[in-house]
């Protein structure tokens, strides 16, 4: 079975240039989130989809960020324009959520490693 | 809130010795999973192993244990026989269920390098 793919891998852009990442999940996961990882540190939740539905996405920085599931599969998040201090990994995961909310493990992807020069 | 504190940035072991990996945790949430993952230098997050708050006996995968200890919300890891592969970044983490303050989302901690030695 094949696992959470993410593509691209690497990015390195200019800042103010835009970009956008693209996860497509585990098939069957109805819910897919999206996670910064600055360097050192461990990843933090910019937001979470159940299907079609961003059901928490208090800590995506609104101003510049963007992210949407079109048919509740595959999700693409966009930064708009890019700052010096977008520079981290960004980690798309997926989970097969069946309601008790602490048991339902995340399966993350590779990664998209942005650099903003 | 919830909050993962791992205390050891990093840890060396000699391969096929056993390691623990410590951490702690705290929640106001009645019901809680606990989870490590591992993290290699190619940056992948992949799970190793998951405890329930409400499970009574450790969680045990392979190689890896988890040493629960609800009293003193302690939940370290445990890697018996270490290999040279086990070299990374290992995470501890921890999210909240339905009702709870942090449902859905996983806390991780700050990590902790374990470096295997031959």
């Known amino acids: 079975e094949a696992g959470v793919v993410q593509s691209p891998r690497y990015k390195i852009i200019e800042k103010k240039q835009p970009v956008a990442f693209w996860c497509n999940p585990i098939s069957g996961h109805n819910t897919l989130y999206w996670y910064r990882q600055n360097l050192g540190q461990g990843p933090e939740l910019l937001i979470r989809?159940?299907?079609?539905?961003?059901?928490?996405d208090s800590q995506l920085p609104k101003d510049r960020f963007s992210a949407e599931r079109l048919k509740g599969v595959d999700s693409t998040l966009k930064i708009q324009p890019a700052e010096l201090g977008d520079s981290a990994v960004y980690l798309c995961a997926s989970s097969l959520e069946t309601g008790t909310g602490w048991t339902e493990t995340q399966y993350f992807g590779p990664g998209t490693r942005l650099l903003v020069l | 809130a919830q909050k993962i504190t791992q205390t050891q940035p990093g840890m060396f072991v000699q391969e096929k010795e056993a390691v623990t990996l410590d951490c702690t945790y705290d929640?106001?949430?009645?019901?809680?999973?606990l989870f490590w993952y591992k993290q290699p230098s190619s940056g992948e997050m992949i799970f190793l192993i998951y405890q329930g708050s409400y499970d009574q006996q450790n969680a045990t995968e392979g190689r890896y244990s988890l040493n629960f200890q609800k009293a003193r919300k302690s939940a370290n890891l445990v890697i018996s026989a270490s290999q040279l592969g086990d070299s990374a970044m290992y995470f501890c983490a921890m999210r909240g269920g339905a009702g709870g303050t942090s449902y859905g989302k996983l806390t991780f901690g700050q990590g902790t390098i374990l470096t295997v030695h031959p």
């Open positions: 989809y159940e299907n079609e539905e961003a059901v928490d």
């Open positions: 929640t106001s949430d009645p019901s809680y999973g």
